[in-house]
């Protein structure tokens, strides 16, 4: 993985900003959602945009509601499997876990107006549906070759001008640096030039100043522009990572029938995050040096979005439809909190004795806590079109298209100026437009007995020389990275209608790919660019089985 960028898009220039916390990997979780809701919905692909009648709709076409008919209650409950398969070199690992989930419940209160009226229904709707799980192990290992996480520690040190007096709390030094350099896996290569005990340099590699450049094996090391260097190449890298917790979404929707042709409604959303990471990664050498580096990330907080939907029949004496969707931004209110502690092993040039020390954030910020840092942040608008079609009773397909672009994401400070997230907004352009199409069908073998398909392909969010890029100032020490590429999502269900009563089964088989990297380096040019470096890419694929059960009654 190689690419040349300007300095201005890279993070290599020192900032006077306020403490960087947030990337647009933590944007493009944020705004990605999961196939949920009810089982019909689901076991349709979700194309159900312009065929209505289904309490999920509402989160994707508001007018879907307007072609109730009667009230309605149900909930949905769930069982998922989830699957990451990870391939690094010769190196692969799996990681399986699964857990029950409540996912789903609403009702649907409908209000007849008249039957020669021109406004013949007005129906008032609520649903609960967990939009997002976050659930996924992720690990890997191998040796890293030419890279090291050390490096971009002495990289991000080099562009600092002074560590004052707590850079735990300075908003001009990022935690990557004053770890690496308290943990002892980043030196200041000026300390090593003359050894005071002997009056000599430390060893023989060293330049014709006295400055270490080779290590006892006499490879090269590295030497940031600040004059920091980190520890070696070719070490054994350990990673792994545990991500939990998802976002709530909360629909309250009113639609209307008109004429029996054309359907309106509105829903306001409301959405409640939880996003918990854990990461640990370790480098050793063949010295049996090496350093482990461990943090906890957490995102939590509240957003709202405007959804307005239309759907029309075109034709009065046929059943084909056609459905209109726009969802404005989700406007979030977020609070970012993390910590971090390293832990190294490395040998004391003077003395030649095994050292190192336990580093805590914890012990260092005031109040002895987490790291908080407030900011809000802004999806992209999304573009819904969608067709249905009808054959008597027994048979219903579904066609709808989204459009989202994820470039035109936006980090803003808790007064709502983008100026403060500067360096973050300008990182979106490694984001572009995701595309998803989304198909479904129904078929009734009888009246009360009915066999649901459907399919979903989304493309990728990310460019695929998209990297983490932290400046010097940012908080965050999780330097991993992924660029997931496209995702399939396969679905069946069955379901039965009473007369009141209602079940609904379905099955859901999500998988996309992704390339994994633990962390990059960057190289300055002559001609004023920085080439990109880093490990071969983990080639990782995610999967995701999911079981999902609804009963409800219509009254």
């Known amino acids: 993985m190689k690419k040349i960028f300007t300095i201005a898009v890279l993070g290599l220039l020192a900032s006077a900003t306020p403490v960087v916390a947030q990337t647009v990997y933590d944007g493009a979780k944020l705004t990605g959602k999961d196939l949920n809701g009810t089982a019909r919905f689901v076991g349709m692909g979700g194309a159900m945009g312009a065929l209505g009648g289904d309490i999920s709709t509402m989160s994707t076409n508001p007018a879907g509601i307007g072609l109730f008919r009667s009230s309605d209650v149900m909930t949905s409950f769930g069982f998922s499997a989830y699957g990451t398969e990870s391939k690094y070199l010769d190196n692969k690992l799996n990681s399986d876990k699964s857990r029950a989930s409540f996912d789903n419940i609403g009702f649907v209160f409908s209000s007849k107006i008249g039957n020669n009226t021109p406004l013949r229904f007005v129906n008032f709707g609520f649903n609960y549906h967990k939009a997002k799980s976050f659930y996924k192990n992720m690990n890997m290992k191998g040796n890293l070759g030419d890279y090291s996480q050390t490096f971009l520690m002495a990289s991000q040190a080099g562009g600092i001008e002074g560590w004052g007096d707590n850079p735990y709390d300075d908003p001009n030094i990022g935690w990557l640096s004053v770890l690496g350099y308290d943990g002892w896996v980043i030196t200041d290569i000026t300390t090593d030039k003359i050894n005071p005990a002997t009056g000599k340099p430390n060893n023989i590699y060293t330049d014709k100043d006295g400055n270490q450049i080779n290590n006892f094996e006499g490879k090269p090391l590295y030497v940031s522009p600040g004059d920091y260097r980190g520890m070696f190449p070719y070490g054994n890298a350990n990673f792994r990572s545990e991500e939990r917790g998802g976002i709530d979404q909360y629909d309250f929707n009113v639609s209307f029938n008109i004429n029996d042709r054309v359907y309106l409604g509105l829903t306001l959303g409301a959405y409640s995050v939880d996003y918990s990471k854990y990461t640990f990664y370790e480098e050793v050498y063949e010295s049996n040096e090496g350093y482990d580096l461990q943090s906890w990330n957490k995102i939590t907080g509240s957003g709202f979005d405007v959804k307005l939907g239309a759907i029309i029949r075109p034709f009065e004496y046929s059943p084909f439809r056609i459905g209109l969707a726009i969802h404005t931004p989700i406007f979030y209110s977020l609070d970012y909190k993390t910590s971090a502690q390293i832990a190294s092993d490395v040998i004391n040039e003077e003395t030649g004795a095994m050292g190192g020390d336990v580093v805590k954030t914890w012990d260092h910020v005031p109040g002895k806590a987490d790291m908080v840092r407030s900011f809000n942040f802004q999806t992209p608008w999304t573009y819904n079109v969608s067709l249905g079609y009808t054959v008597g009773n027994s048979l219903a397909l579904g066609a709808e298209y989204e459009y989202q672009d994820y470039s035109s994401m936006k980090f803003k400070d808790p007064d709502g100026y983008s100026s403060s997230f500067e360096f973050e907004n300008s990182t979106t352009p490694m984001l572009k437009g995701v595309n998803t199409v989304r198909l479904g069908l129904e078929y009734k073998v009888i009246p009360q007995f009915a066999l649901r398909a459907g399919y979903n392909y989304s493309t990728a969010a990310f460019h695929k020389d998209a990297f983490k890029d932290l400046p010097y100032n940012s908080i965050q020490t999780d330097t991993d990275f992924a660029n997931s ?68 009654m219509r009254f």
Request: overall charge neutral; charged content about 20%.
């Open 485 to 552: 590429k496209s995702m399939s999502n396969y679905t069946l269900g069955i379901g039965y209608r009473g007369s009141m009563f209602y079940a609904d089964l379905a099955y859901k088989f999500s998988t996309y790919k992704e390339d994994f990297y633990p962390f990059v380096n960057g190289y300055a040019n002559e001609d004023g660019g920085v080439t990109i470096g880093s490990p071969e890419a983990t080639k990782v694929t995610n999967t995701r089985s999911q079981v999902l059960f609804t009963v409800g």
